[in-house]
Structures are given as C-alpha cells and as structure tokens.
C-alpha cells in the first residue's frame, strides 16, 4: 500500500491554506490581540503602558471591552492568514519548479532555500496591506474604526497607499526566514520519508 499520495493540485492547495489559516486564528486570536497591543505600547514614548502583565491585558480587554474584545480584528487576520498560506505554498511550488524545468538547479538545499526565501517576498507584497490593516484595526482604541474596512479607507485618504506597506522589511525577514525553516524541514523531512520507504519495500 503507498505511503505517499500524488501531489495536491493549486486548488486543493489553495482550499487547505484557507482552512487552516481560518482555524488557527479562530482558537488563537485573543492571544494575538495581546501580543499586537504588547508590542505597541511598548513603542509609546512617555514610556506609559495600558497593561502591566499578560493575564492582566486579557482581563482589562475582556472587562472594558467584553470578548468581542478578545476577538476583534478577527475577519481580517482570517484573510491575512488565509493570504499567507495559500501565497507561501503556491509560490514555492512555482518558484521550485521553475528552477528545476529550466535546469538552473537541481532538487536539493540551494533550491529550497531559494524558493522558500523568495515566496516569503512575494507573500510579503501580496499580504503587507492586509497585515498592516489587521494590526492597526487590532490595536484601535474603541469606536476610532468602524470595521477593519473603515480603517483601511481612513488610512489610505489620511496616509496614502505606502502606509499599507509599513513595516516591510521586518515583515519580509520574519516571513522569509520562517518560510527557509518551514519548507527546508518539510523536503529534508520528505526525502528521508522517501528513503526509508525504499528500505523497507526493498528485498532482503
């Protein structure tokens, strides 16, 4: 019996990074409205701070704003992880076969690496609007937006179209050196998969 199916088509594809991306953010979103709240009042320069601790900052949103609190940014953080998902797994696939049929490099760490760096920029262009959205709707005071809609239309009439841009450095190298990790485990993990299987279907 195989242990391996064929490879999914970019549609199968595209349904899986949806999914999961829409799953994990509906179990883990609190924890990320803390994080983004953490991380920018950190940044306040008269060094004041809307929340002391962790436990704390869960508390103060879920009592001050109820657990629409706790949840809120949750639409556009589904589509941004929607959006990285499906873009980091269908550009490695393209980048990686590009290399291979135009024979500028073979199937090994060098290629990897390079198509995982570079579909870690292009899912950085195709998601930075979204994620730069997703935070700052995240980490609004109440009532300063309407809907995530709302604050991306007041960002682009108040800071034009580069303020969904900001950031896109740090973003990149987080994206990319997450994607280097992630696919480079994934086919070292595959090729040893592969090689075990040959063993054990080989003849004594």
Known sequence: MPLFVADAGIGSRL??????????????QPTDVVKVRFQAQANVADGSKRYKGTMEAYKTIAKQE???????????NIARNAIVNCTELVTYDLIKDTL???NLM????????????????????????????????MNSAPGQYSSA???????????????FYKGFMPSFLRLGSWNVVMFVTYEQLKRAMM??????????
């Open 66 to 76: 109820g657990a629409r609190g706790l949840w809120k940014g949750t639409t556009p």
């Open 106 to 137: 073979t199937d090994n760490l060098p290629c990897h690496f390079t198509s995982a760096f570079s579909a870690g920029f292009c899912t950085t262009i195709i998601a930075s609007p979204v994620d730069v959205v997703k935070t700052r709707y």
């Open 15 to 28: 349904l899986a990074g949806c999914t999961t991306g829409a799953m994990a953010v509906a179990i883990a």
């Open 195 to 204: 090689s075990a299987r040959g063993s054990w279907e080989s003849p004594l």
């Open 149 to 163: 809609i709302n604050c991306a239309v007041t960002m682009l009439t108040k800071e034009g179209p580069l303020a």
């Open 100 to 102: 291979l049929k135009s």
